[in-house]
């Protein structure tokens, strides 16, 4: 059983291994910071209060922002998963891994996936991801697995040399 929380995480941690995610965040915040330093140079000569207004909001922009910029896209993150995944909280999925396929059967429906189709395996401190080569991703939170050998064990029944895995047990939301 999944809930918010589990789609939240997953979300925010795909936002954050995107370069185009992180190129705009990193763009938004460069871009704000030039922009108040600017105006206090260009009204330097005109308006003193203005000049150290703006230059003081400048060096709070670039110390700060990044601070309100994760709790912004937090937040985001947050709502649209409360929004569009609402129905899926709290339903009970059954997952069975075989040599050939994931077996998938749960309230929505039942689902066959291919082990061919598993790219990577993303472990990272409270979850696993296995990412597919569509792009769609199972969530498997930590808690539920009582078997430290997961990973290994899922390899070994999957059969399947080209998956990916990869580790960020020190992920954090940032």
């Known amino acids: 059983m999944l809930n918010a929380d589990d789609y939240l995480t997953y979300h925010l941690y795909i936002a954050s291994q995107s370069k185009t995610q992180k190129n705009k965040r990193y763009r938004s915040w460069v871009i704000l910071t030039i922009t108040f330093f600017a ?6 000569n005109n308006d003193k209060f203005l000049t150290w ?10 110390i700060f922002y990044p601070f309100y910029q994760r709790y912004y896209y937090k937040k985001h993150y947050r709502k649209f998963v409360n929004e569009k995944l609402q129905y899926k909280f709290g339903k009970e999925n059954i997952i069975d891994f075989n040599e050939d396929a994931i077996y998938s ?5 039942e689902g066959k996936i291919n082990s ?3 790219a990577e395996i993303i ?5 696993y991801f296995l990412k597919f080569k ?4 199972l969530i498997i939170p930590k808690a539920l697995i009582k078997n ?3 990973v290994p064990e899922l390899m070994a029944v999957l059969k399947n040399p080209a998956i990916i895995l990869t580790n960020h047990l020190n992920w954090k939301w940032r």
């Open 39 to 44: 105006l206090s140079y260009v009204l330097k």
């Open 123 to 127: 472990e990272i401190g409270t979850h």
């Open 105 to 109: 059967k749960g309230v929505t429906g």
């Open 116 to 118: 061919t189709e598993i």
């Open 134 to 137: 569509s792009g769609d991703s």
């Open 148 to 150: 430290e050998l997961f």
């Open 53 to 62: 207004y703006f230059l003081f909001t400048g060096f709070s922009c670039l």
